[in-house]
């Protein structure tokens, strides 16, 4: 993992925004990944529990590589990947992400 984002995170862009606009910082986690796109797409595959959707509002955890169109912003790192995290057990969603990490190469 190259960069955690979370605007729960002193060191985020985004932190003083949300400190003075939301009451908590809420659970959804972006992370970029070293070995670019590729790495983001193992990842993604690689994920047994959290689902692939763009969609946010449900409750289960989901996951999504960001910048799948040509629409989006070159802004957008295409390697950022984005997790929200929803009501499964938490050790199970942390087994999941440290086995899909290795498998796509992140964690040795």
């Keep these: 993992v190259a960069r955690v984002r979370y605007p729960g995170l002193p060191q985020d862009p985004g932190h003083e ?16 990944l070293v070995g670019g796109l590729a790495a983001a797409d193992a990842l993604v595959d690689a994920v047994r529990l959290w689902l692939p959707a763009t969609s946010l509002g449900g409750v289960e955890s989901l996951i999504e590589r ?13 390697d950022l990947v984005r997790l929200s995290v929803g009501i499964e057990n938490v050790e199970d969603l942390w ?9 796509a190469g992140q964690l040795s």
Aim: net charge positive; proline share 5%; hydrophobic share 35%.
């Design 17 to 32: 925004r949300a400190r003075k606009q939301l009451n908590g910082f809420g659970g959804i986690v972006s992370i970029e």
């Design 66 to 78: 960001r910048r799948r169109q040509a629409a989006e912003p070159v802004t957008v790192p295409e």
């Design 95 to 103: 087994r999941d992400l440290d086995g899909a990490l290795t498998a």
